[in-house]
């Protein structure tokens, strides 16, 4: 794929961008000239990102988890002139629940949100971006619960992230022939408020609550977003790909072991006919 760099002067449109690593990459993106549409459920923080981006940057409330509500923002501001070269698709939630504990409506909310969010969004932009000229780029933020093991006790969490690194793989596949970029962003723990993502819950998915502050004690502890900076980089400027940053040191040893795992579970009989 064609190496991205950010040209300034170019739209990136980046949803979650309300907080935490959505803001950051706003902030990483404005800081090489490019004008800024936030994105984010939250609309006064998408505002707040807007205003840390310049005078151009723009900001719109957006749940991406509503296929209507994101086709129309999306039209909305594709007709003011909004046509990004970097669209980065970047919302998702976080949830201690275990796939077969959770209630139905947590389940919805995390699908909703981690799963279907990416391909609404990816379905109401890509349009626009395709027809533009030039180096053109899609990022996905998935998780590094996307290429580990999924174990407890964020297992439903870690379900729906893989299921982001996949539609990721999917606009790889599909983007290559239109020379479109996709990096798949894998970071570790960051000190980011996803641990009290409910506060932004929908009615729809049960309403908003606020968890106990003391929960947050254990991201406020690691690094925060900007250490994704090089790993962004490095990637965009080689075309795209994977883009894995842990913030623990066994993360390596566990994708080795998911890999070992399945590798122990591959069975070529079929391929190599009867004897």
Known sequence: MTAYTPKPGDWAVITGAGRGIGRWLAQHFAAKGMRICALDIDAYEAEETARLCGNDARAHGCDVSDRRETERVAEKLIAQGIEPSL????????????????????????????????????????????????????????SSASVTPVRGPFTLYATTKQMTAAIGEALMAELAEDDIGVTILCPGILNTQIWNAAQARPERFGGARNA????????????????????????????????????????????????????????????????
């Open 87 to 142: 669209l980065w698709i970047n919302a998702g939630v976080g949830s201690a629940d275990t796939l077969s504990g959770a209630k139905a409506k947590s389940i919805d909310w995390l699908m909703g949100v981690n799963v279907m969010g990416p391909m609404h969004t990816a379905r109401a932009w890509l349009p626009v971006l395709k027809a533009r000229k030039g180096a053109r780029h899609v990022g996905i933020t998935a």
């Open 212 to 275: 106990p502050d003391e929960l947050g004690d254990h991201w406020r502890a690691q690094p925060g977003p900007e250490v994704l900076e090089r790993g962004v980089d490095e990637t965009l400027a080689n075309g795209g790909g994977w883009c894995i940053i842990p913030t623990e040191t066994d993360t390596a040893d566990k994708m080795a072991a998911r890999h070992e795992a399945q590798q122990d579970g591959f069975f070529d009989y079929a391929t190599k006919g009867s004897d």
